[in-house]
C-alpha cells in the first residue's frame, strides 16, 4: 500500500540520548516534512526537504537535524534527547514544492525521561 | 507571518445535529486553506480544501467556503454522526522565505466528539 511508514512507533527515551525516527515514502513525492504535535499547539514545522539533497529549518529546528540522500527516505535525529522533545512526531510528503497538500504518517511517540 | 487560528474545543454535540467549527486565518497574498482531521490513534488526513477565494470545498459531508472578505474558513457539517469524532485542524499553505517551497500552518484543532 502507497503511503508513508515512520518507525519506530513509539519509543521511550533516556535524556541524553541519540536517536533517529525513520520516515520513508513510496509516493516519489519531492518535498517531505516534519511536524511536532503537542497538545493546544497544533503541529509545528520542525524541518523540510524540498527534494533530495536539500534541506531548510522550519519554526522549531534546535535540537534536531535532518538528511535526505535520497527521495524515499528523511530521517529525524535527536543528537542528545531532552524531556521537552517529548512529543508525537509526524513525517508528511507532497508531491510538489508548492505543498497544496500534504500527506501523513501514523506518528511516532517519542518521550524522554 | 501567516497564521490560522480556529475555535478552542472539546465540542459536544448529539448524533444528527449541525456541526460548525470556526477558523480565520491571517495572511499575505492567497493560500490555499485545508482542513484535516486526526481520528484517534492515526495521523491526520486531508478532509477538504480550497484553493482560490469563494471556492467551497466539500468531502464526507462537511463543506468550508473560503471567505476572503472575512478571512474565515468555516466547517459545517448538517448532521453529524458518531463516526465523525476526531480532532479537526484548519491549515493553509504558507511560502517559505528564500525557498521556493511552501508549508502547512496549522491551527491547535478542535476535539469533537459525538454521542449517539
Known amino acids: 500500500i502507497a503511503g508513508i511508514t515512520q518507525a519506530p512507533t513509539s519509543q521511550i527515551l533516556a535524556a541524553g540520548r541519540r536517536m533517529t525516527l525513520r520516515c520513508t515514502q513510496d509516493?516519489?513525492?519531492?518535498?517531505m516534512y516534519w511536524y511536532r504535535q503537542d497538545l493546544g499547539l497544533g503541529l509545528r514545522l520542525i524541518h523540510y526537504?524540498?527534494?533530495?539533497?536539500?534541506?531548510g529549518k522550519g519554526e522549531v529546528p534546535d535540537g534536531y537535524s535532518v538528511s535526505r540522500a535520497n527521495t524515499d527516505d528523511f530521517p529525524l535525529t535527536l543528537a542528545s534527547a531532552v524531556p521537552s522533545q517529548t512529543s508525537v512526531y509526524f513525517c508528511?510528503?507532497?508531491?510538489?514544492?508548492?505543498?497544496?497538500?500534504?500527506?501523513f504518517g501514523q506518528g511516532t511517540r517519542l518521550t524522554v525521561v | 507571518g501567516n497564521s490560522v487560528t480556529q475555535m478552542e474545543g472539546p465540542v459536544t454535540l448529539s448524533e444528527e445535529a449541525f456541526l460548525t467549527i470556526n477558523c480565520t486565518y491571517t495572511?499575505?497574498?492567497?493560500?490555499?486553506l485545508f482542513w484535516y482531521v486526526q481520528y484517534p490513534g492515526e495521523g491526520l488526513q486531508l478532509l477538504l480544501k480550497?484553493?482560490?477565494?469563494?471556492d467551497k470545498g466539500s468531502n464526507k459531508g462537511f463543506e468550508a467556503t473560503y471567505r476572503k472578505e472575512t478571512t474565515s474558513f468555516h466547517l459545517e457539517k448538517g448532521s453529524v454522526q458518531v463516526s465523525d469524532s476526531a480532532v479537526y485542524f484548519c491549515?493553509?499553505?504558507?511560502?517559505?522565505?528564500?525557498?521556493?517551497?511552501?508549508?502547512?500552518?496549522f491551527g491547535s484543532g478542535t476535539r469533537l466528539s459525538i454521542r449517539p
Open positions: 508528511a510528503s507532497s508531491p510538489d514544492r508548492s505543498s497544496t497538500e500534504a500527506f
Open positions: 509516493m516519489r513525492h519531492n518535498a
Open positions: 526537504s524540498n527534494t533530495a539533497g536539500t534541506t
Open positions: 495572511a499575505t497574498g492567497y493560500p490555499s
Open positions: 480550497a484553493t482560490k477565494a469563494d
Open positions: 491549515a493553509l499553505s504558507d511560502p517559505i522565505r528564500g525557498s521556493s517551497a511552501s508549508k502547512i500552518i
